[in-house]
């Protein structure tokens, strides 16, 4: 079984159209996160969930707004989306905010926007 | 402020040839992880350094950390074709919130 699973894959969309990136993990971790990779491969955070609350919120454009129903879940919904918005999104997790714990990473959503 | 540098930015080598990245830090560190990211992929954890000079190995993996803390190094010995990816070190200012360094992108000739 996947442990953080993050759908959908692959998203091609329009500039100006809203899109969601869903989340889930299944080892019971209590913190879970948003990296966002671009075209140089550099790994960048845009948030941090504990148990559902926002402890890190990169200086992030407020078009993002993370949503987490639950400390297994962590959503990412992107408003007006814009063309440097166009990279891979990485959702992860680790077991609780204390920096040491292995990040484990799901596969990614490759999000083009044209 | 809390910087980092990962050098080289890009690395290509003969197949059979060593390899090594290096991840320098201008503060302290509490510890450093180092993650591998297949082409394609997602990043992988690989390894954490905690002691002051620590050294770890993993068949042909070496890593180290520096005397002070600061630095830290990514070394293969003799790389295969499945070396290739990008290698990132994940430095721990100790401030809740590991960020990665830019990464090291590996490439192998055959």
């Known amino acids: 079984d996947t442990a953080v699973s993050q759908t959908p894959k692959y998203l091609v969309t329009q500039m100006g159209n809203d899109k969601s990136i869903k989340c889930e993990q299944n080892?019971?971790?209590?913190?879970m996160y948003w990296y966002k990779q671009d075209s140089k491969k550099f790994l960048k955070i845009m948030f941090s969930y504990n148990n559902k609350e926002l402890i890190i919120n990169e200086t992030v454009p407020n078009r993002f707004s993370p949503k987490s129903p639950d400390k297994a879940h962590l959503n990412l919904h992107i408003n007006s989306l814009e063309l440097g918005d166009s990279a891979v999104y990485f959702c992860a997790s680790s077991q609780s905010r204390e920096t040491g714990n292995t990040i484990y990473f799901g596969e990614g959503s490759w999000l083009t926007v044209v | 402020g809390q910087q980092v540098m990962q050098i080289p930015q890009y690395q290509h080598v003969q197949e059979g040839e060593d390899f090594t990245t290096y991840c320098n830090s201008s503060?302290?560190?509490?510890?450093i992880q180092w993650y591998k990211q297949r082409p394609g992929g997602h990043p992988v954890f690989l390894i954490q350094l905690v002691k002051s000079g620590e050294v770890k190995k993993q068949k042909r993996l070496t890593f180290q950390f520096g005397e002070a803390k600061k630095n830290s190094s990514l070394h293969i010995t003799a790389t295969q074709t499945t070396d290739v990816g990008t290698y990132f070190c994940?430095?721990?200012?100790?401030?809740?919130?590991?960020?990665f360094g830019t990464g090291t992108r590996l490439t192998i000739i055959p």
């Open positions: 994940a430095p721990d200012f100790g401030n809740e919130k590991l960020t």
């Open positions: 080892l019971g971790h209590d913190t």
């Open positions: 503060t302290t560190l509490s510890n």
